[in-house]
């Protein structure tokens, strides 16, 4: 993770770190003020894998669904570029705009769809596995891509899209938002370690809310103090991240 963040934190040598090629399993221990608060562990599906057909891809789903069974928190990543294709976001009176200029034909918006309606259901999957009141996020990568108005037309497009996670019969909380890595984002030339050189501006920073699906699963699985809780409602107030249970609206309360 350090070696990625280094990677594009590198001044006019940044480069896009190369996805995950396995499918990992990463502990960590979670301290506080200098305190040990608890241990957990994160597991990191392989980049692509989701939408893999081949036989060992299908072997990893199944783990996948195993692992389910003692998860604390489920978070997942869904690209806005995959959104603006399958749900046409693209503004039509921004046609100069080179990021909403995406290439919309036929074959990438039925790729996108198929990509969607492939994680519709691995989700529909998943819920047979979790336990009631296993929270799930839904992070949409890439914000800066779309304007605020498109972002909120693709989150309510999302709801609908994802019946399983968002039906009356659900019991789990269901949170959307949204991050970025920064503005105008882009991948240039190969450079000579044939990594993708990154181009655009890069904020990694709370501002880009990256650090959401980082702590919601953390704050989730806490016992927090009176102080801690007061933070915590602070960092996931109703603009950052909206809650769901049923379908219906929520509030987060610790």
Not at 73 to 80: E, N, P, Q, T, Y
Request: aromatic share 8%; charged share 25%.
């Amino acid at each position: 993770m350090n070696e990625g963040i280094e990677d594009m934190d590198n001044g006019d040598q940044a480069v896009w770190p190369r996805g995950s090629d396995q499918t990992r399993e990463f502990p960590y221990e979670l301290y506080i003020n200098g305190i040990k608060r608890t241990q957990f562990e994160i597991y990191d599906y392989r980049g692509g894998a989701l939408y893999d057909d081949s036989d060992i891809a299908q072997d990893e789903r199944e783990k996948l669904y195993e692992t389910f069974k003692e998860s604390s928190c489920i978070v997942v990543f869904i690209d806005a570029y995959t959104l603006m294709k399958a749900f046409s976001l693209k503004n039509q009176e921004d046609e100069s705009d080179a990021y909403r200029k995406g290439d919309l034909k036929a074959e990438s918006v039925i790729r996108a769809n198929n990509r969607l309606n492939h994680l519709k259901l691995i989700m529909s999957e998943a819920s047979q596995y979790l336990q009631q009141e296993v929270p799930i996020l839904l992070t949409i990568t890439k914000k800066d891509i779309l304007s605020d108005e498109e972002l909120n037309l693709a989150m309510e497009k999302l709801k609908t899209n994802m019946t399983t996670l968002f039906s009356k019969a659900n019991p789990n909380p269901v949170g959307i938002t949204a991050v970025s890595l920064g503005t105008n984002l882009g991948a240039g030339e190969f450079n000579e370690d044939m990594k993708k050189k990154l181009t655009g501006c890069l904020h990694l920073d709370v501002s880009q809310n990256i650090h959401i699906p980082i702590l919601f699963p953390l704050f989730n699985g806490l016992e927090l103090s009176a102080n801690e809780a007061q933070i915590a409602r602070k960092i996931f107030n109703n603009n950052i991240l909206k809650m769901y249970i049923g379908g219906k609206p929520a509030v987060i309360t610790f």
